[in-house]
């Protein structure tokens, strides 16, 4: 697909990958759909793009939010063409703290923690990769779902929530890849490494951060750059379909 003229919606896509991905879009000659859940980054972006942007608050864990968030891209330019299904969160955490000396269990990845993780970035991924293929399907459009997965989707210690959505998201991708491209529209996923966005400079823990760089072939965390490049490969490449591409700096886990 060609990039210039299109309507690209991106969650999440005030900030981090999201952010450079607008930037991407919009240099290519795209309009950009920004929704995103912060006011102020929101705002921000907006003011960068000007006109080839629109920003929409949204929940993407709310159906209803969604839809309305959708509704107002529509208003703005016409339709939609691509959709990226970044927004994501983390509440990382052991399953089961026990402590050394007593050998009895101190603390739990509470529930709040566990379903935080699964409504955003799994059902959120759900709703706004359904509402993108239903606008492109009654607006007569060709269009590119990509939802943005992880690393962590082969299962990571400390992210119970995070590598079982991310999974999903995975499955999500290899399932709607089948499903969609009779209507015209192709679904193709990115699981990156560990990338240095303000989410994960923010709430990884230190101790983990250290540890995973070392675990990284190319001995540094990604950009969030380089990640809106492997997006915009995959949607230029017309044969790409049902699988999801892993710019992970050769790091495996």
């Known amino acids: 697909m060609e990039i210039k003229g299109k309507v690209a919606v991106v969650t999440g896509g005030a900030s981090g990958i999201g952010l450079e991905t607008c930037r991407m879009f919009v240099k290519l000659g795209a309009k950009v759909g920004i929704l995103d859940w912060n006011d102020d980054m929101l705002q921000a972006a907006v003011n960068e793009f000007g006109e080839q942007a629109v920003g929409v608050k949204t929940n993407v864990a709310d159906e209803d939010s969604v839809i309305a968030a959708f509704d107002?891209?529509?208003?703005?330019?016409?339709?939609?063409?691509?959709?990226?299904l970044n927004a994501g969160i983390l509440r990382d955490g052991l399953l089961i703290k026990v402590d050394r000396e007593t050998g009895k269990v101190k603390g739990r990845m509470s529930l709040e923690q566990w379903q935080n993780v699964i409504d955003v970035n799994l059902t959120g991924v759900f709703l706004t990769g359904r509402e993108?293929?239903?606008?492109?399907?009654?607006?007569?459009?060709k269009g590119v779902l990509v939802p943005i997965s992880s690393i962590s989707r082969v299962g990571n210690m400390g992210q119970s929530n995070y590598s079982a959505a991310k999974a999903g998201v995975s499955t999500l991708t290899r399932v709607w890849g089948r499903e969609l491209p009779r209507h015209g529209i192709r679904v193709v996923g990115v699981a990156p490494g560990f990338v240095a966005t303000p989410m994960v400079m923010k709430d990884m823990k230190p101790e983990?951060?250290?540890?995973?760089?070392?675990?990284?072939?190319?001995?540094?965390?990604?950009?969030?750059?380089e990640i809106a490049h492997s997006i915009r490969f995959v949607v230029e490449n017309d044969l790409m379909c049902g699988v999801v591409v892993e710019p992970s700096g050769g790091m495996s886990l």
């Open 72 to 84: 107002k891209v529509e208003e703005a330019f016409g339709g939609v063409d691509i959709a990226i």
């Open 132 to 141: 993108a293929a239903t606008r492109m399907i009654n607006g007569g459009r």
């Open 208 to 225: 983990m951060m250290e540890r995973f760089k070392k675990m990284i072939p190319i001995g540094r965390l990604g950009e969030p750059s």
